[in-house]
């Protein structure tokens, strides 16, 4: 068959199966609890699965296997950052947000201080936050099509991006929560199943013997055994050693700030549930994890280094649909087709399951923290107005995401993700934790740190090489980078925790104080904790 | 700041509920396993994190074939998370959520909301 017939095949099948989802789930939703939070009725096992395919994004699947194939161990560390920063979620922040909250991030820490301000600012930054993210799916997707297509044109890549938007906003304006639930729930079984397939394959090539693979990979990769030690990409100077430390800041503190992570855990009926809900995301997303150590080492080991090297002309974030091409029988041979098709469809559908929930955070935030909860905060906002403005606001975050990837399209998908990261553990994390466990923490100490945060993490992206100086720069021809790291959050999530106390001590909000006694008691126990909704 | 800004007073039931010396159990039991917890998670992440940066002979070393010292910690670092995941799901199943439960029940019993 025709490797485009089919390519083109599979990737129309994914797009009309989750555009039947959508339709299905919309037939249930009804109320603004439906759209937000799919009426809080998912289970733990499936919630457990929906965050795994909400998280799983092509930052991992395409991202990590192209840092791993490209700079060998260094990229390895996101695996494990992106791992253990469940704990954080698991420990400190699930539960307690379950029993707090309602819809987004701003209603727990609007619980008890002053609504106006500390829903602006958490609104605000969940926004910027899931923009970041939106532009490294994006990005994945654009050079995803042009592989399949063959054809490397802008033009190509800047369609595929439009689509990719226009499905997104599909996805959340028709089918809401309980819809963009289920897309995520497909995926991540169709992502563990692609990944295992591809994963046999190569180990068969090396007797299933990960020592030969690493030896072949080190070998294939022109670097030695250098490439399966630490520092290739980190290792040669103090700031990149520093800038490294960073980076594994940022991941391991960035995943309990994520707002489109976050929201997920008021889709199940109660605390318990939710913590059920992270236990089955920490063993899908641990054993997904382990999987791209094997795919990056085996494209490594596989590919052709001018495939990978952006320096050669390769595309790094291509190495694991190229690797199913080679383990298939390679290029040209029919196996080779199939699994290269089968697999970018796979990454597709991660893709569009993760957008779907980046766009749903961001304009729940819009419409219940903005728009009801700061703008007409004076007057009743029906359910129908509420849910329509978050529909509204649906489309223009998707427009703005559109076109902002577009300029976008040469940096590493897993490295622009660390940025969102690092933004959501500067900016929200420090108002999470501090709002949990101080009862002294008020209104000001959470604007501070919210805002300080974003600021922070966003000024020093601005100034760092990863927009100007450098000839993969955002701007190559120009030179403003005064900051040296690539990753702020050294820096800036220490700031966030900073303000957020210095915010606190220097005003005085008893009832903020006063209030803490209920948020604790609800926290715990979920005594008056938000119920499912039965249809 | 106005009144109706801020969230409204909480129901009394709740100052109760806070005082009682079961809901003092219940946040001693949790902050005594999480706190220490996330602390030594956060200590071993950052010394794996550490030790790639500036101890690479260390991390270099070769224990069989091609498999070094560094992919030896990075999957310690798998094991660890997914033990401490499952600590935690036994811990709360049997310290935490038995008295969460009753305070729960004291709450619908006593607060007419």
Known sequence: MDTQVLTTFLFLSVVALTIGITFWASRQTKTAADFYSGGRSFSGFQNGLAIGGDYMSAASFLGISGAIALYGYDGFLYSIGFLVAWLVALLLVAEMLRNAGRYTMADQLAFRMNQRPVRTAASVSTVVVSIFYLLAQMVGAGSLVALLLGVDSEALKNLTIVGVGALMIFYVVVGGMKGTTYVQIVKAVLLMIGSAVIVVLVLAEFSFNLSDLLGAAAENSGKGEAFLQPGLQYGASLTSKIDFLSLGLALVLGTAGLPHILIRFYTVPTARDARKSVLWAIGLIGAFYLMTLVLGFGAAALLDRSQVDPLEGGNQNLASPLLAEAVGGGEGSTGGAVLLALIAAVAFATILAVVAGLTLASSSSVAHDLYKGVIKKDSAVSENDEVRVARIAAFVIGAVAIALSIPAQRLNIAFLVALAFAVAASANLPAIIYNMFWRRFNTRGATWSIYGGLIAAVGLVFFSPVVSGLPTSLFPDSDWSIFPLNNPGIISIPIGFLLGYLGTVTSKDPAAEDRFTELEVRALTGAGAEQAVHH | ?113
């Open chain 2, 1 to 113: 700041m106005t009144d109706q800004e801020q969230a409204a007073r909480h129901h009394p039931i709740y100052d109760r509920l806070h005082a009682t010396p079961e809901f003092a159990e219940l946040r001693r039991r949790y902050r005594g396993f999480v706190f220490p917890a996330t602390i030594a998670f956060l200590s071993w992440y950052l010394l794996y994190v550490i030790l790639s940066s500036w101890a690479t002979d260390f991390m270099s070393t070769q224990l069989w074939g091609h498999i070094n010292v560094a992919l030896v910690f990075g999957l310690l670092q798998f094991v660890t998370t997914f033990g401490l995941a499952w600590m935690y799901a036994r811990f709360s199943a049997a310290k935490l959520d038995p008295l969460a439960r009753q305070l729960e029940a004291e709450y619908r019993e006593g607060g007419d909301l």
